[in-house]
């Protein structure tokens, strides 16, 4: 197993809606042990693909980490078919290091996902759960956590996303160069 690297805020995969993964890629099993190993590493629950570089739907998730039903999970084309309640949380992300924000978002959700297999469920998640599903979900769809706060509080941090936009630039000239 390895580790990824992360990327951050501001990295254009991050900004970009993922492709729906209508076959599994080789080795699949292999990144998503590298995924789940990455996520562990920096203390994460929740891990979707184009964070470590790969432009596809999918995200893994360990809830076991919260508690103890939860389970090890991997959501491939996840869809949120409803949306239930409300409820304010403190979240932070492992592409926007060292911020922490409260963010608004729904209390339970009713997700379609495919598992490892291809397999379509529908399954109800709420609180925590919920709140892990939307984020990763989120990102799929090219969107941070940072983009559903208020305008004032975004504007608190707005130098802070700056910098980290601009490190995600730096990272990639390294990359290509
Ligand atoms: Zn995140």
Redesign the pocket.
């Known amino acids: 197993m390895s580790l990824l690297s992360i990327q951050l805020y501001g990295s254009p995969i991050l900004n970009s809606k993922t492709a729906k993964v209508e076959t599994l890629p080789p080795d699949f099993s292999t990144i998503l042990d590298d995924m789940f190993e990455t996520m562990y590493a920096d203390d994460g629950i929740?891990l979707?693909a184009n964070?470590v570089g790969i432009p596809l739907s999918f995200f893994v998730a360990d809830f076991s980490l919260h508690d103890e039903t939860g389970r090890k999970m991997v959501f491939i084309n996840p869809e949120i078919l409803e949306y239930q309640g409300e409820v304010a949380a403190e979240e932070g992300?492992?592409?926007?290091p060292e911020i922490r924000e409260e963010v608004i978002r729904a209390e339970k959700v009713k997700v379609r996902y495919q598992d490892v297999e291809l397999n379509v469920h529908t399954e109800e998640f709420s609180g925590y759960y919920a709140r892990v599903v939307q984020?990763?979900t989120d990102?799929l769809s090219g969107i941070?956590?940072v983009d559903r706060i208020s305008r004032l509080k975004r504007s608190f941090i707005a130098s802070k996303l700056k910098r980290l936009a601009g490190d995600a630039k730096k990272r990639l000239t390294i990359q290509v160069g």
């Open positions: 929740g979707s964070q992300c492992l592409s926007v984020h990763e990102h941070y956590f």
